[in-house]
């Protein structure tokens, strides 16, 4: 045999055994990967899926059936649902109030609060992480983080807010799996394609700033959130999560957005613990989200999309929290998160919401006993 007929041969004899190593890698990594994430969806894989004790994965009772006795919830918000021990507070005052003692219900809550997660976030939490999962009582909490989309050009702006490297890593591997029903059944191919794409924004990214965070002073592009190009995103995510629990046969607890902003609020005095806040550790200074003129802008069209999405969807229990909520120190430890006593407020107002459906909201968990 020749030398170059040798050397052929043994190239081939090598990618064959190279090939095999791949198919060999790739049919462990689908193996892997399905073990790991307990699903038939690759955006279950693709999408981090907080596994903590707030949104119930770690909890052993968590399972996709509602045990007798339990009247189960879900948050779907931000860190208004986890700031200040949010979730286990909530839940022992749901436990105490009337409404469930009294019918010999214990209420549990999974939270889905992360800080900054926006509607995106809590679409796509609802529909990939808990899916097949049962809940009495599902509670749509937004309006605040929206609003840092704003802090763009409209020649920037993108309505799956890819402008965000944040939602540029998740956005375009969720289109990716809608267009290729095939291919996106195997979770390696779907892993893979999740790194190609996150290596395609490190090297080569469209954008390269995030919204600004706390110094509106260097910021050029802070005057662009007075336009509210959210709003048209924001209504069609709250639908799309209406069609998805009405679909589950889920009922919907919608709230308008509390919020306060002090009269003499500006940034130094915030930082200076100035302004008529109950100051506390977590609190957030408004310039994380933008001015602050934009900032309430954004949150009461947020609000006045999410009035008008509720009276047009008459089988969503709907509560005006934003009205509810008094605004002083009392309750708010900076433009939206709650001190102690704002939590219980905020707890009261989901209670006056659902007493007067009482009868169709307890009524599944009663039916389990």
């Known amino acids: 045999m020749s030398a170059p007929q040798a050397f052929l041969k043994k190239l081939a004899a090598n990618l064959s055994a190279s090939l095999v190593g791949l198919l060999i890698l790739l049919v462990l990594m689908e193996v892997g990967l399905r073990a790991v994430t307990w699903s038939s969806d690759p955006r279950v894989l693709v999408y981090p899926r907080v596994a903590t004790d707030i949104n119930g994965f770690k909890d052993p009772d968590f399972g996709k059936t509602i045990p007798r006795g339990e009247f189960r919830m879900l948050a779907l918000g ?70 840092r989309a704003n802090n763009y050009p409209r020649t920037v702006f993108r309505e799956d807010y890819t402008q965000l490297p944040y939602f540029r890593q998740y956005a375009p591997i969720f289109a990716w799996i809608g267009r ?131 009276a047009r969807n008459p089988e969503v229990i709907f509560f005006d929290m934003e009205k509810w909520m008094p605004k002083d120190r009392a309750h708010f430890i900076d433009i939206c998160h709650w001190t102690d006593l704002g939590r219980r407020r905020f707890a009261e107002g989901v209670l006056a919401a659902l007493e007067p459906h009482r009868r169709e909201v307890l009524g599944p968990a009663l039916a389990r006993r």
Request: charged fraction near 25%.
């Open 78 to 147: 931000a860190s208004a649902f986890v700031t200040r021990e949010f979730q286990p507070e909530f839940q022992r005052l749901m436990n105490d109030a009337p409404l469930f003692r009294s019918q010999g219900l214990r209420v549990r809550l999974a939270s889905t609060g992360v800080p900054a997660h926006m509607t995106y976030d809590s679409l796509w939490k609802y529909e990939y992480w808990y899916r097949g999962y049962d809940f009495d009582l599902v509670t749509w909490y937004h309006a605040i983080n929206d609003s």
């Open 180 to 310: 290729h029903p095939v291919l996106s059944k195997s979770f390696a191919v779907s892993f893979v394609a999740k790194l190609v794409g996150k290596a395609w924004i490190r090297f080569s990214p469209a954008f390269q700033r995030e919204a600004p965070y706390n110094d509106p002073r260097n910021d050029p592009w802070l005057p662009q959130g007075a336009d509210i190009k959210t709003a048209p995103v924001f209504e069609r995510n709250l639908e799309a999560f209406l069609a998805l629990a009405k679909a589950r046969g889920q009922r919907v607890l919608l709230l308008t957005y509390a919020y306060y902003l002090p009269a003499d609020y500006t940034n130094e005095r915030f930082l200076a613990k100035q302004t008529d806040y109950s100051f506390m550790p977590e609190g957030v200074a408004t310039e994380v989200w933008g001015r602050k003129e934009n900032v309430v802008k954004a949150i009461e069209t947020h609000n006045t999309i999410t009035r008008k999405v509720a």
